[in-house]
């Protein structure tokens, strides 16, 4: 009897994935190719083959646009096989991607869901389809008609399923405490769901979890700089008043929103004792004016517009790391302010911050520009001051004295030409990090001609650090995310990054340029590199680990005294002892052992990692985490899961697009390294060819970065075939180079 036909199935939601059979693909030679199928799965009618060519290489021209289109169209059909022989309908004019069917896609499974009458039992199923928004890891920035089309459509998917689920929460009187869950982690930025969550676990009297629950939203709300909703934050002070109360269950909480509750609210009678608390705060006072406005009024309402889009884009750095944007407080004026969702920053952050925003301000005027002109040249100037003020969290009110915001703007107010200004009542609340303290430059500080202060100044010639090396050019933004995750460790939060790309697109230079840059930092560091072969040896990450936390081999002797001095496994028994000694000691293990013994394992190593993050924090890197054993991704899973928000411990890992761990892992945050642009590439070029003394004229260079396709380690590895080739007097032929990176690297081997 003959097998029936293999099952297609392609899924967008979360991340791409298409199964035919045994046949996995989840990514395909570069993203243009998946943005291709994505566009035309979701297009209703033939594409004109001119208008996706405009739109997916928009500064290619028409020729090379129509060149790229079909290369990407080749790939296409390679990639899905008999799916796009019968799928794929392609004309002179046109483009068409028409689905049979008979394959599985989630788009179109969650869509007849979505018109069904809401239960849920309906919204089970629609949460099995929807694993999160349309294709979360695909973005190009520079196609930015087709990038503005894929966050308009991910955000309507995304209101669908919220609209869904509040019919469904408004007609069921408790949801199961599991799907609230997962509602919550599939779209976890949506506050009515945290809130029902909340108010279920207290009506059934799971007052622990529900306050759990509680601060994890508000913990996740300042980690991304958002504020709660007033809703919310109104259950927090029920929350604090009913076990003073007596009050338990749905008692309390069917008293939130009565009349009672809102005639004892502060908005008519005034403050009260309760809605008032205290925060040590930061403020960084920030002045952003252009130096030539000019008297011509279409060139100064221009730069109007530019300083208003500057300012949000310095708003959103700031709430990158965790700070609070207060709105302008008067022309080119503005305050950001830390501390008031958790413990306040360190002033190296602090400064780290004024720094990316000095040095990327002329590169975020040049693309806000919209005068006839040459843009202006802003100022940045900023004053910085930190104290304990009152803060009233139901009006979202900071500092109502003034009593830091004044110090702060007197601070801006006297600092000169980009330079951040630090009155020393922060420097004393905010010490400085040793490598700090050198490039702060005392100064006394007039504020208004007769009251006189002391700052620390950080000037332009003082803030300058040594270059990123070219194999980080273009970088700067991933490796600042990479120490904004730092800081919040540094705070005495868990944290955890995975760092994503294709093959050669400068993974593990981040990764081992971070490392060297955490050796100047009080953190322990673990180091693991991987290999293909890392997979054949189970527990090959915790066995490293181990060793480098004993500073030995974990053989037998060494891992029994470990579990001896850990509580949590000194009652495990003999034969759970003898087991967690042998997979950790490199012997085989039954199969039927194996849920056991990742459990003994992650509680050992959850002991391990609770003792070295509570002496100072620990990172914990891994490069090329798709060649993980599976026993040592369980391990890391069931971490994730049960370490404490509380954890000064920091996870990092780099993967590669196209390769699928067996075990798929929660990150806090992933930074995706797309393909270098061309300035970028063009920078990388110049330093290479000055290294690898190159004389190249325009149209090679042109050339050779249409060639490299943004990929870093291409373009290196380019110049260093033109070097030796100059070297042996052959005449540069970028034609003759082979095409691809693996080629590039091939014909490398062979020489």
């Known amino acids: 009897m003959n097998p029936g036909p293999a099952t297609t199935t392609i899924s967008l939601f979360g991340h791409f994935g298409y199964q035919q059979g045994e046949r996995a693909l989840t990514q395909f030679s570069y993203d243009k190719v998946k943005a291709l199928l994505v566009y035309l799965l979701m297009q209703e009618t033939p594409v004109s083959r001119a208008a996706l060519a405009e739109m997916l290489w928009p500064d290619q021209g028409v020729k090379s646009g129509r060149t790229n289109l079909r290369h990407a169209l080749h790939c296409l059909r390679h990639s899905l096989g008999d799916l796009a022989e019968v799928s794929l309908s392609v004309t002179r004019q046109t483009i068409a991607f028409d689905l049979p069917a008979s394959v599985v896609w989630d788009l179109r499974a969650a869509d007849d869901l979505l ?8 919204l089970e199923r629609l949460l099995d389809y929807y694993r999160g928004d349309l294709l979360a890891e695909l973005h190009l920035g520079q196609c930015v008609a087709f990038q503005q089309w894929l966050v308009r459509t991910r955000g309507e998917w995304r209101q669908r399923l919220i609209e869904y689920a509040e019919r469904v929460l408004e007609a069921a009187s408790a949801l199961p405490e599991a799907l609230l869950r997962i509602l919550i982690h599939r779209i976890p930025d949506y506050c009515p769901f945290h809130e029902r969550l909340v108010r279920q676990l207290a009506e059934h009297g799971q007052f622990a979890a529900a306050r759990e629950q509680f601060n994890a939203f508000l913990q996740h709300l300042a980690l991304s700089g958002q504020q709660p909703e007033p809703g919310f934050l109104q259950l927090a002070r029920f929350w604090s008043e009913g076990p003073a109360q007596e009050v338990t269950g749905a008692d309390w909480l069917s ?21 008032i608390d205290y925060r040590q705060i930061t403020v960084m006072a920030i002045a952003l004016r252009p130096v030539d406005a000019g008297n011509d009024l279409g060139r100064a309402l221009a730069c109007l517009k530019a300083q208003g889009r ?44 004024f720094e990316h925003c000095r040095q990327g301000l002329a590169r975020e005027l040049d693309s806000v520009w919209e005068g006839d002109d040459s843009p202006p040249r802003f100022t940045l100037t900023a004053g910085l001051d930190s104290g304990r003020v009152i803060w009233l969290p139901e009006r979202q009110s900071i500092d109502p004295f003034g009593d830091v915001t004044q110090v702060a703007l007197a601070m801006m107010a006297a600092a000169q030409s980009s ?45 300058r650090r040594e270059a990123l090396p070219p194999s980080l050019m273009g970088r700067e933004a991933e490796l600042r995310q990479l120490r904004d995750a730092l800081a919040r460790v540094s705070l005495g939060l868990r944290q955890s990054l995975l760092v994503l790309g294709d093959t050669g697109i400068g993974k593990s230079a981040l990764m081992i340029h971070f490392r060297e840059y955490l050796q100047h930092e009080d953190v322990a560091v673990f180091w693991r590199p991987t290999t293909r072969l890392s997979s054949q040896t189970s527990y090959g990450l915790i066995q490293s680990l181990l060793g480098w936390y004993l500073e030995r081999e974990p053989d037998g002797e060494a891992l029994g005294q470990l579990i001896d001095r850990t509580a949590v496994l000194q009652k495990i028994g003999i034969e759970r002892r003898r087991l967690l000694i042998d997979v950790l000691g490199r012997e085989p293990l039954a199969r039927e052992d194996a849920d056991e013994a990742v459990e003994l394992v992650t509680q050992l190593v959850q ?18 985490l798709q060649w993980l054993d599976e026993p040592s991704l369980k391990v890391l899973l069931n971490l994730q899961a049960r370490l404490p ?22 990150w806090d945050q992933q930074v995706i390294l797309g393909r270098l642009d ?6 990388m070029l110049d330093y290479l060819s000055r290294r690898h003394r190159l004389k190249l004229g325009p149209r090679l260079r042109d050339q050779l ?10 373009l290196q590895e380019i110049c260093r075939r033109l070097e030796i080739d100059r070297r042996e007097g052959r005449r540069l032929n970028v034609d003759s180079l082979p095409s691809g990176l693996l080629g590039l690297l091939a014909s490398r081997i062979d020489q």
């Open 255 to 275: 008293q939130v929103g009565s009349p009672a509750t809102q005639a004892a609210q502060p908005g008519a009678l005034g403050y009260a004792a309760e809605d």
């Open 419 to 463: 330079e951040l200004v630090i009155s020393l009542n922060a420097s004393q609340h905010l010490p400085p990090a040793f490598d700090l303290q050198s490039r702060l430059t005392p100064r006394l500080i007039s504020s208004d001609g007769r009251v006189q202060r002391r700052g620390l100044v950080l000037g332009v010639e003082s803030s």
């Open 705 to 714: 970065i249409q060639r490299c396709e943004g990929v870093p380690l291409y």
């Open 115 to 122: 018109q069904q009458p809401p239960s849920v039992a309906t």
């Open 645 to 666: 928000i509380h954890t000064a411990s920091l996870l990092i890992a780099s993967h590669q697009n196209r390769e699928v761990p067996p075990i798929r892992l929660n």
């Open 310 to 353: 500057l300012f949000q884009w310095l708003e959103t750095q700031c709430r990158h790391l965790g700070g609070f944007w207060q709105a302008a407080v008067g022309s080119g004026v503005g305050l950001a302010c830390f501390g008031t969702h958790g413990p306040t920053h360190q002033l190296a952050e602090l400064v780290a911050l």
């Open 678 to 683: 061309g300035r970028q590439s063009a920078d």
């Open 607 to 624: 002991a391990l990692i609770l003792e070295m993050a509570s002496r100072r924090p620990l990172v914990i890197i891994v490069d090329d």
